[in-house]
């Protein structure tokens, strides 16, 4: 009896020591003050429960610099909006030590000479290369669109409305699509290079889908051949974009998991996905395929040079692909929001027709064309402010940093604070954007909000209300275009709305994503519009000072 009671003694002094060793932490001079929380796991609950809420309310107790804790993970948070700059610029909170650990932990590699490699491919879709993947983007979206449209056309078959038994409707959709893809093969389904309808076009009728598969055939598929081009018809086996949209949706599921260093085989979904997604295209046959963007050309080309492994560009092209992932989830609340509101969708339909109105040339309707330069898609206040309000509502995004050397952070306040080497720091945006100092009614949904709008907070007006980007963010220009573009197109071209009684809303459980992903997926139907104009995209990189990409607001540009 003795012995056991000595034995379980022993257990509690180490599981105590271990406690104090892993998890308990004493303030220095001059550290944040701690969030309150549970004494082993920390924050983790609270803030997986509703981050947003729970930042708010230490917020307001800890003051604007506090830490949480994640298990022995200690972030210090920065919740002051006009030190956003000061956070960004400061040399000892470092990026690169947590993009080797995404890399590392989420898929899987190391990058060699990280910080030049991401520097110089950066470039890549910037400059001259931002318009010609526009230009390429543009194409691959009309593609997608006649082929969406053609869905229409077979026979004139439509998926039935009833929604009371989504697996015969699924299965009727899978049947649909069999024969959509059988007509395809057969070269049926596109007879004039112009327009989006076949001549057995039944305009009445409409096509039924969820929405998620909607959005990836008509965006997902577009980005897709706009970053890996297109192979050889019938050869590409898995690498497809509807496959990979697919497996990406659940590997993506388990991006904070693995990225808090959890082994990807736990989770044996994200392990099958995972499997499917490494089906790619050799380093040489993938920059031979036609229209491979610059970007995925220059860094298999630098991955090769510093004779990293067929697998490692593998995972660099998912890593890419995920960037990318984040701008369809923003895609698919536009795409949600113009049918779930006819006031929204009724404003931004009146500025795209008066525009395409404006813009149109041509005798008759089968002849009809528009063409749109860069400086043209951000002319459209409505569509500009309308996304921006998509990304405020919806976005998880956390800007995060590696504390690299004990550091001496100072607000814009003028309150100093002393940073823990080793630490994360960290800026977490969704805090900002439902701010009812900052924005008034922060979660209504307002199409409006920022045309020729200024916001405050503490009375002081702020240089980046809208922070949806990371401020190292290379492609947000390019992100914001292709964005605006699909609206642009999609109004024009589709008649869209919610199947009755259908509707979703932001997960608020998985705050920590780019973009939140929905509670649910909503079904919805579609249809062409007839005489729907024809709309071009002119690459005028050089012209009239396109250079400068005057106009352009992707909300947050140090």
Request: with cysteine.
């Amino acid at each position: 009896m003795a012995a056991v009671t000595i034995y379980l003694g022993l257990v509690i002094i180490a599981l105590v020591y271990a406690y104090f060793k892993m998890f308990y932490r004493r303030l220095r001079p001059g550290e944040p003050p701690l969030a309150p929380g549970h004494f082993l796991w920390g924050n983790g609950k609270q803030f997986t429960e509703h981050a947003v809420k729970f930042l708010h309310q230490a917020h307001k107790k800890c003051g604007d610099v506090f830490t949480i804790r994640f298990l022995n993970q200690y972030w210090t948070m920065v919740l002051d909006i006009h030190s956003y700059e000061k956070f960004a610029k400061e040399k000892n909170f470092d990026f690169d030590a947590i993009q080797e650990q995404v890399n590392q932990n989420v898929f899987g590699y190391q990058l060699v000479d990280a910080r030049k490699m991401i520097s110089e491919a950066g470039q890549k879709v910037n400059g001259k290369h931002l318009f010609t993947s526009l230009e390429n983007f543009a194409k691959n979206l009309t593609e997608a669109f006649k082929e969406t449209a053609s869905e229409m056309d077979h026979a004139g078959k439509v998926i039935p409305s009833n929604n009371n038994n989504k697996n015969l409707k699924q299965d009727a959709y899978d049947n649909l699509q069999n024969e959509i893809n059988h007509a395809k093969d057969s070269s049926y389904f596109i007879n004039s290079q112009n327009s989006l309808t076949h001549p057995q076009y039944n305009p009445d009728a409409w096509c039924e889908d969820n929405l998620r598969n909607l959005a990836s055939k008509t965006f997902f598929s577009p980005v897709f051949y706009t970053i890996f081009g297109r192979g050889e018809p019938g050869k590409e086996g898995n690498f497809h974009p509807q496959v990979f949209h697919k497996n990406f949706d659940q590997f993506h599921k388990y991006f904070n998991f693995l990225w808090f260093g959890m082994p990807v085989q736990m989770f044996q979904q994200a392990v099958e996905a995972v499997g499917i997604l490494a089906q790619q295209p050799s380093s040489s046959d993938m920059m031979n395929r036609d229209g491979c963007s610059d970007y995925i050309k220059f860094a298999t080309e630098f991955m090769l040079k510093h004779s990293q492994s067929e697998r490692d560009i593998i995972c660099h092209n998912l890593v890419f692909l995920h960037v990318n992932y984040n701008t369809f989830r923003a895609v698919y609340w536009c795409m949600y929001k113009l049918m779930e509101d006819a006031t929204v969708m009724a404003a931004v339909r009146k500025e795209v027709e008066e525009v395409v109105e404006a813009k149109r040339t041509g005798a008759n309707s089968s002849e009809y064309e528009a063409e749109f330069t860069t400086e043209d898609i951000n002319k459209l206040p409505v569509v500009d402010s309308y996304l921006k309000e998509i990304i405020r509502w919806t976005s998880g995004v956390f800007m995060v940093r590696k504390c690299v050397e004990d550091t001496s952070f100072t607000t814009d306040k003028g309150e100093t604070f002393n940073i823990r080497k080793g630490d994360k720091v960290a800026i977490y945006p969704p805090v900002f954007h439902h701010d009812p100092e900052i924005f008034e009614s922060p979660e209504t949904f307002k199409y409006d909000r920022f045309i020729d709008a200024d916001f405050y907070k503490n009375g002081k007006k702020i240089k980046h209300p809208l922070i949806g980007f990371g401020s190292l963010c290379p492609g947000q220009k390019l992100s914001m275009l292709q964005i605006k573009w699909f609206i642009i197109n999609i109004v024009n071209s589709f008649k869209l709305e919610l199947v009755e009684g259908e509707r979703t809303a932001p997960h608020t459980g998985m705050y920590g994503h780019e973009i939140l992903p929905p509670t649910n997926d909503v079904q919805c139907r579609f249809k062409p519009r007839e005489g729907a104009c024809t709309l071009k995209y002119v690459n005028n990189y050089g012209s009239n000072g396109s250079k400068g990409l005057g106009g352009i607001s992707s909300g947050n540009m140090l």
